[in-house]
């Protein structure tokens, strides 16, 4: 079977990792990728936002499978596109539609969809720049602190938590008023804040039927002891200690069954993975948001764990008989842990040489996953995001796994690289 990724971080890497590996594969290529997978896959120089050379790319090569990996293609409607057109439309893509990508495209449309399907979650209002004297005034109602969210796309940066009334009202003015996430901002969610502990859950579904996958928590502020600005991710733990049977019961019952079944119910075609992001308040689960497809970097702690084939289960996915799909499990805890060019999440360079990585690769108890990344004419790896590589550990333990993540992080080098060194300690005071 060929097959076409589209995406080009550290998720698609370990997507990509998981998708040779299967007997099912015959050629993977990647659009556009990045250096970890054209180690192991064909990158091709196509946006994933360009659907018309996506369209000619399938014909040419035979593709008879489509993997989305990131959010902007899935809100800009390419499932969508391939669906409502002749040539292609035969070709199964792992996402969902336009509609359903709503659900992270916009937090105002999946507060609603939680409310009209009794989904546990927090209180909230949306405003607009119409309603900004109105929100200011639902401000000083509420208790702090106090959660902003821009409605729309902001890669991952677009939540804020404000600890007092005046940086509340401030940041209010600056995401509504000055634009401060662009169009993602147009309108604000204002939301109850939930004290718990978090972690995300992943299902897999093909519409009618699920899987749910390995739990993550991940690690979203810059700093240590979760200090300082919000990332797309700076590491990630799997499985969850604190997430025990009884609790993932409760998310199975009290969550992703009715979210599955109100996408059925509104008639919303959904192929493709549904990430949860959870707060555990007193062992009962409350969804803080949706995201329509893997978190990155969790993907990175949340596939090693699988052990069945994952290639199988994207076909099933995409064959809508995911109810045939035997979901196995290794039994070891990942961690990962996210190195990043200094400056990150605001400016930083790009183009400096990566040392270190042939023997990263080959130590036992690792994979190393890369993000913003590229190749150069010489063959030398070079940083090409701020996210630069996710490094995985696993073990029979989270310190076993913690060992082996940072014994293979400290081999590893470039100029004015940064990566948290606390990954995974406050998991490890709540197991003591």
Known sequence: MNILLLGSGGREHAFAWKIVNSPKCTKLFVAPGNAGTAQIAENVAISPTDFEKLQSFVLEKNIELVVVGPEEPLVRGVVDYFEGNEKISHIPVIGPGQRGAHLEGSKDFSKKFMERHGVPTAASKTFTKDTFSEGLEYLKSQTLPIVLKADGLAAGKGVLICETLGEAESSFKEMLLDAKFGEASQKVVVEQFLDGIELSVFVATDGKSYRILPEAKDYKRIGEKDAGLNTGGMGAVSPVPFADKAFLSKVEEKVVKPSIEGLHKEEIRY???????????????????????????????????????????????????????????????STTVVMVAGGYPESYNKGDKIEGLSEAYSREGSEVFHAGTKLAENGNVLTNGGRVLAVTGMGSSIEEALENAYGTVSGICWNDLYFRKDIGQDVLKLIK
């Not at 959870?278 to 689960?285: A, C, R, T, V, Y």
């Open 271 to 333: 192929r493709g993975f549904l990430f949860i992001g959870l707060m555990n308040i007193g062992g009962e689960p409350y969804v803080i948001e949706y995201n329509v497809r893997m978190g990155d970097p969790e993907t990175q702690a949340v596939l090693p764990r699988i052990k069945s084939d994952f290639l199988e289960m994207l076909i099933h996915m995409g064959n809508e008989t995911l109810d045939n799909y035997v979901l196995e499990l290794h039994d070891f805890t």
